[in-house]
């Protein structure tokens, strides 16, 4: 539990968290400014394109579903390897790198399906994956690591477990 002397996560770990986090946001966001500045032809076109904006489609509801339930997986598994453990939950200093690695492992699908999207715009000049990836770029927005949102994390992370430990 965090109290006023120690939170749960402490000031130089968040900054870590978000930077790395801004990033992985940064990333499309910036090559697609530079791809919407250019004057783009088209390199492909007929059954081709439609093809790859399926592909796309598809790549883009795996990445979203990746994205939430990947990092559930982990801690899923996480949790039960520490309920076997008769380690103090709340004295376990492991909790924000736990939440480093799973909010990373949430955003990768969210930025490679940003960057797929920005790719078949600069290939087929359909602006449709460019507003797929500007949504997939607002939900990591929605997801940036704050403190109060990191230390909720936490905590419902350490209820989870004793709630596991319980039915051991």
Same mark, same amino acid.
């Given at each position: 539990?965090?109290?006023?002397?120690?939170?749960?996560?402490?000031?130089?770990?968040?900054?870590?968290?978000?930077?790395?986090?801004?990033?992985?946001?940064?990333?499309?966001?910036?090559?697609?400014?530079?791809?919407?500045?250019?004057?783009?032809?088209?390199?492909?076109?007929?059954?081709?394109?439609?093809?790859?904006?399926?592909?796309?489609?598809?790549?883009?509801?795996? *990445?979203? @579903? &990746?994205?939430?339930?990947?990092?559930?997986?982990?801690? +899923?598994?996480?949790?039960?390897?520490?309920? !076997?453990? =008769?380690?103090?939950?709340?004295?376990?200093?492991?909790?924000?790198?736990?939440?480093?690695?799973?909010?990373?492992?949430?955003?990768?699908?969210?930025?490679?399906?940003?960057?797929?999207?920005?790719?078949?715009?600069?290939?087929?000049?359909?602006?449709?994956?460019?507003?797929?990836?500007? *949504?997939? @770029? &607002?939900?990591?927005?929605?997801?940036?690591?704050?403190? +109060?949102?990191?230390?909720?994390?936490?905590? !419902?992370? =350490?209820?989870?477990?004793?709630?596991?430990?319980?039915?051991?």
């Amino acid at each position: 539990m965090a109290t006023d002397d120690q939170p749960l996560v402490s000031e130089s770990q968040l900054r870590v968290i978000q930077f790395l986090v801004g990033v992985l946001i940064m990333g499309p966001v910036l090559f697609g400014v530079a791809l919407l500045s250019l004057q783009n032809q088209p390199a492909i076109a007929g059954p081709a394109r439609e093809t790859f904006l399926l592909v796309f489609a598809v790549f883009a509801v795996c *990445a979203l @579903v &990746a994205s939430f339930g990947v990092p559930r997986a982990f801690m +899923s598994v996480q949790r039960r390897v520490l309920a !076997r453990s =008769q380690a103090d939950a709340a004295a376990d200093p492991g909790w924000p790198g736990r939440y480093q690695t799973q909010i990373l492992v949430a955003m990768a699908p969210l930025e490679g399906a940003a960057f797929f999207g920005l790719v078949l715009y600069l290939i087929t000049g359909d602006l449709l994956p460019v507003a797929i990836a500007a *949504a997939f @770029v &607002a939900i990591m927005l929605l997801r940036f690591p704050t403190r +109060s949102r990191v230390e909720g994390w936490i905590l !419902r992370q =350490q209820e989870l477990l004793e709630m596991e430990r319980a039915a051991y």
